[in-house]
C-alpha cells in the first residue's frame, strides 16, 4: 500500500498543477487512461464521450456489480497558494478537491490490480465536467454506459471542517436538488424622456424576484426546504436616452429533495410568466447547471458505516443535507447508492477557496474505504 499512496500523491499533485475546467479536460482524462493502462491490471476500459472512461474490474466469483465515481475538472479560480505544486494554468486551479478523488480512484486501480477483487465487479468511473453538471449526464446517455449495469453507485468528497480521515453520513438527501432559471422579459424600447411610449421590464423584474423570494422555506430542518438566490441580473444598455425594452434574471434554486426541485420550478416558471403578462412583456425561460439531490440509500449508508467501523475511521452522522449541488445525484436517481465525505481537517479552507489544497493525507483513508466498501455490498451468487 505504502508504494500505492506514493503513486496517488505525485499524481495528485501533478493534476493540481495542470487543471482543467469543467468540459475541457482533454489533457486530464489522457494522462489519467496513459497512467492506468501503463500501470494497472484491469479486464476493460470503456472510452465515454467528452472524456470520462470507466475501469473495469472482474473477480474470481460472481457477485453484485458496484460503480465508484470520482471527478476530474477543476475550477475558474486564481489560486493564490505558492508551493511547489500551484497550479501552472492563470485563473484555473483545483479548488473542490477532485484532484484527490481522481488520485483516491487511481490508487483504488493499482490496489485491484495488485490485490484482485475476489467475487463481483468493480466499475471505476473517472467523470469530467462535475461542476457544471454536464459530466453525469453525458456518461448516462453515452449508448456505452448501457451495457454496464451496477447494482450499486457509491462516491465520496472531501468536507473541509471536518476532522481528517472522519466519515460523514447520512440516509436519505446527503446533497440538495439544484437547478438556474433564466428568465428573460422582452418589451419594447423607447426615448426615455418618452418612456410611456416603450414596456420597460424594470417593474416586472422586481416584483419577480420579489414574488420567487416570498416562495422559500428557508428552515434547514423542514422537509420542503427550499431557497432561491438571486446571483445575476441585466437591464437595457447604458445608453442614458434610451428606456430599457429587454431584461434577464437568473436565479439559482435549491431544495432537499427532487420533487420539492421540481414544485419549485414551476412555482418560479408561473410567476414569471404571469407577472411578464401583467406588464405586456414577452416571457422565455431557460435551466442550466441542473443537479439531482444524492439520495443516500439505506443499505449502502451501512455498508459504508460498516467500513469506517472495520477501517477504525470516526463517523459523523449529518442531520441535515448539505446545501450544494453535485452530479453524483444522477447516478442515485437510477440506482441503489450513497455520497459520503471524508474530512478534510477543521483548519482546511472551504472548498471554493483562492487558496484551498487538497490534503494528501486523506488518500489513504478514500482508497481503504472504497475497497471496503465494494466489499460490504459484493456478495457472492
Not at 25 to 49: G, P
Not at 242 to 267: C, I, P, Y
Request: aromatic share 10%; charged share 20%; hydrophobic share 35%.
Amino acid at each position: 500500500m505504502k508504494t500505492i499512496i506514493s503513486e496517488a500523491t505525485e499524481l495528485r499533485k501533478y493534476l493540481h498543477a495542470h487543471p482543467e475546467v469543467s468540459s475541457q479536460e482533454q489533457q486530464t482524462s489522457a494522462y489519467l487512461k496513459n497512467l492506468i493502462r501503463q500501470h494497472c491490471t484491469y479486464d476493460e476500459l470503456i472510452e465515454f464521450e467528452n472524456y470520462g472512461f470507466a475501469v473495469v474490474f472482474n473477480g474470481e466469483k460472481k457477485g453484485q456489480s458496484i460503480l465508484v465515481r470520482a471527478d476530474f475538472d477543476a475550477l475558474p479560480i486564481q489560486e493564490i497558494n505558492d508551493f511547489d505544486h500551484r497550479s501552472t494554468v492563470s485563473g484555473v486551479s483545483h479548488k473542490c478537491g477532485h484532484d484527490g478523488h481522481a488520485s483516491i480512484l487511481y490508487g483504488l486501480a493499482r490496489s485491484f490490480s495488485e490485490n484482485p477483487l475476489i467475487s463481483g465487479q468493480a466499475i471505476l468511473l473517472f467523470q469530467p465536467a462535475e461542476e457544471n453538471g454536464e459530466g453525469a449526464q453525458g456518461i448516462v446517455h453515452d449508448p456505452k454506459f448501457e451495457k454496464l449495469s451496477p447494482d450499486y453507485a457509491v462516491a465520496l468528497h472531501n468536507l473541509p471542517g471536518y476532522p481528517l480521515h472522519e466519515i460523514v453520513i447520512r440516509e436519505g438527501s446527503f446533497t440538495a436538488a439544484a437547478n438556474s432559471i433564466i428568465i428573460m422579459l422582452s418589451g419594447k424600447t423607447s426615448h426615455a424622456a418618452e418612456p410611456e411610449m416603450g414596456i420597460n421590464p424594470a417593474l416586472a423584474m422586481a416584483e419577480i424576484t420579489q414574488k420567487i423570494l416570498e416562495q422559500t422555506e428557508p428552515d434547514l430542518n423542514q422537509e420542503d426546504f427550499r431557497i432561491a438566490t438571486p446571483v445575476c441580473s441585466q437591464m437595457g444598455e447604458k445608453a442614458y436616452g434610451v428606456s430599457a425594452g429587454f431584461g434577464e434574471l437568473h436565479f439559482t434554486l435549491r431544495a432537499w429533495s427532487n420533487d420539492v426541485m421540481q414544485d419549485f420550478e414551476k412555482q418560479c416558471k408561473s410567476i414569471a410568466e404571469e407577472v411578464a403578462q401583467k406588464y405586456g412583456l414577452g416571457v422565455s425561460i431557460d435551466w442550466t447547471e441542473s443537479f439531482f439531490a444524492n439520495i443516500n440509500q439505506p443499505d449502502v449508508v451501512k455498508a459504508i458505516e460498516k467500513a469506517a467501523h472495520s477501517e477504525g475511521f470516526s463517523i459523523s452522522n449529518r442531520s441535515t443535507p448539505f446545501k450544494w449541488g453535485e452530479d453524483f445525484g444522477l447516478f442515485t436517481e437510477r440506482f441503489p447508492g450513497a455520497m459520503f465525505g471524508i474530512g478534510s481537517g477543521e483548519n482546511c479552507p472551504a472548498l471554493h477557496n483562492p487558496d484551498y489544497d487538497f490534503p494528501d493525507e486523506i488518500l489513504e483513508t478514500g482508497i481503504r474505504m472504497f475497497s471496503q466498501v465494494i466489499k460490504n455490498l459484493t456478495v457472492h451468487v
